[in-house]
């Protein structure tokens, strides 16, 4: 790795650092598991964790889990991950769900969302941490924003920090303020190939669409991204109904 690269994942882990900090997500001696896909924002997510601990005054315990889906699984893939956490010296849990999609009235993206959150809470619980981590970057946060305004007609998106079961789990995204791009620039740098995404709907989806739109509007407006992840943390409630 070069000094060059090492400069830029310098950089981009302060940023890291600073939505960890802003949101307070890890304390010492936390137990977090990190839900480990493949992607390139789960593997950022990996390396980000793992680095920060050679920088900081506290220490905490990293594990990942990888949710493998057997109606469309891939070996090599879990074979893959357990390679990169060795690397790292991270733990691997792999948990199998079997998806039901015979049920038309919901999307096989909700069905495989909520089988997978259950997977990783139930893993969570086994391990003792109280501590999910997901690698949900900047464009996430907004896409899910107008996905949520214009199919859900609500603003709301996902934060960087929710806690859930009355505070006895807490879900944190410490990528939140890194853009894609930026994300993407930092996995470039890593010896760590992302996988691909083998689902067979990810070409189909509202996300994808809505993701499609940002990009239009980010052509069309200059700053306009930053401008709408500021307005996230800048609500007006006096003028909106």
């Known amino acids: 790795m070069s000094t060059l690269t090492n400069k830029h994942i310098t950089k981009l882990l302060k940023v890291v650092g600073k939505a960890i900090n802003t949101y307070s997500m890890i304390s010492s001696n936390d137990n977090v598991l990190i839900a480990l896909s493949g992607g390139k924002d789960s593997l950022v997510l990996m390396d980000a964790l793992h680095r920060r601990l050679q920088h900081i005054p506290i220490t905490y315990n990293l594990y990942c889990c990888h949710v493998s889906v057997t109606n469309f699984h891939n070996k090599e893939?879990?074979?893959?991950?357990?390679?990169?956490?060795q690397h790292y010296s991270i733990p691997l849990y792999v948990k199998e769900i079997t998806l039901d999609l015979s049920n038309t009235n919901a999307s096989p993206c909700f069905v495989c969302s909520w089988f997978r959150r259950?997977?990783?809470?139930?893993t969570a619980a086994q391990l003792q941490c109280k501590k999910i981590a997901f690698g949900h970057n900047q464009d996430?946060?907004?896409?899910?924003f107008f996905m949520n305004m214009l199919y859900h007609g609500k603003l709301s998106t996902m934060p960087p920090k929710l806690k859930m079961f009355n505070g006895a789990l807490e879900?944190?995204?410490?990528l939140a303020f890194l853009t894609e791009a930026e994300v993407k620039g930092y996995c470039n740098a890593l010896?760590?190939?992302?996988?691909?995404?083998?689902?067979p709907y990810k070409?189909?989806?509202?996300?994808?669409?809505?993701?499609?739109?940002?990009?239009?509007?980010?052509?069309?407006?200059?700053?306009?991204?930053?401008?709408?992840?500021?307005?996230?943390?800048?609500?007006?409630?006096e003028y909106l109904l």
């Open 77 to 85: 893939t879990i074979e893959t991950l357990r390679t990169y956490c």
């Open 191 to 199: 010896p760590l190939v992302p996988l691909e995404n083998d689902c």
């Open 171 to 174: 879900i944190i995204r410490p």
């Open 203 to 237: 070409d189909t989806t509202k996300r994808k669409q809505t993701k499609e739109l940002l990009k239009i509007i980010n052509k069309s407006v200059k700053g306009a991204q930053s401008s709408i992840f500021r307005s996230l943390r800048h609500r007006d409630d």
């Open 140 to 144: 996430d946060i907004i896409v899910t």
């Open 118 to 122: 259950k997977a990783l809470f139930e």
